[in-house]
């Protein structure tokens, strides 16, 4: 499916990086908050959040859904919505499992790190398809100036 | 007894574009199957192959979730909100 690429600005994919270093060798995670339009999704600002899944934190994550309700408050709170997921899979490539597949949700935007020995490496974003059957890979654009809000 | 479904975001499509729907319902199992009698293209979201509540969906009614009151047996009254609400997991281990 063709869509339009999912823009971000440099700064704040670098700030999902340094979470993804910071949590490592656990994966992080957080909410993307943005616009959705016909034409285009652009990622505004960041809501990293904890990880939940305190049992197996090298290879899962999970967001509440007190953490999503927060999510979509604080996106309400700056106008914009809540657009999608990030999280990281250290020491693992940036492509999605599939245990991601069988809990993604459609429409979202799903961005991974892949963070190798404690450092950022590949960065990727995909989308379910609506049969829940597999993920489309999405482009990611870097912007450089900020996008006002 | 009307009450009121807030659809999740990345489930609007599936429900014509709406934020919420009013259904007829006393239970919260009725209200799910009010919506996805109305909207089927719903429930594979909402359910399992095997017609359980996805793990990862989550149901409030107005701000309780209702594992915690008689999970989808909870009784709604007229007026009451009913949120789906998703949780978000993944992990790089299939």
Redesign the interface.
Known sequence: MNRAPLKIQDELLRRIHAHGVETYPH?C?GALLGRDGDASREVIDLLPLANR?DD?PR???????DD??LAEKTAREKKI??IG?Y?S??D?PAR?????RD??????S?IIVSIQKGESRDTTSWRLH???AAYDPEEIETVGSPASI | MAVKVII??????YAGKQESIEVAATTVSEALSALTSQFS?LK??LFSDDGRLRS?V?V?VNDE?IRYLQKEQTAVRDGDTVSI??????????
């Open positions: 994966e995670c899944r197996l290879n899962r994550f999970e967001v509440t859904p999503v309700r919505e809540l997921w999280h899979h250290p693992a999605p499992s599939e245990f991601d809990h993604a949700w459609p429409w979202y799903y609506d049969d829940r | 999740p975001t990345p489930l609007r499509a293209e594979k979201h990862f989550n409030y979730d609400v998703p949780s978000i997991a993944g992990g790089a281990r299939n």
